[in-house]
């Protein structure tokens, strides 16, 4: 798949999401209020469907959760396509 690194990164942050989410019990409702997301939005992340989020939309979920986000670009050691990696640290 042409985008599979993009969909292994979105996959890593809805996970944290999720985590978190379950983490301090919170409701779609009130995931949905802290947010910024409707309800159905919210719904859809916690069933793992992350099709129409961007990463920077899933970023500023997490940033909405009161995660800080630190995003790190460097060179790869080959040649071709260049792997980003995002770390996500609890705030």
Do not use: C, N, Y
Not at 36 to 56: A, C, K, N, T
Not at 72 to 90: E, S, Y
């Amino acid at each position: 798949m042409p985008d599979a690194d993009e969909m292994f990164r979105k996959a890593e942050i809805v996970t944290k999401i999720d985590r978190l989410i379950d983490g301090r019990g919170l409701s779609q409702r009130q995931v949905a209020k802290i947010t910024g997301l409707s309800q159905p939005d919210v719904s859809r992340l916690w069933r793992g469907m992350i099709d129409g989020f961007s990463l920077e939309r899933l970023l500023g979920v997490l940033a909405a959760l009161g995660v800080d986000i630190e995003i790190r670009i460097g060179r790869t050691p080959r040649r071709g396509h260049a792997r980003g990696r995002v770390t996500v640290t609890a705030a």
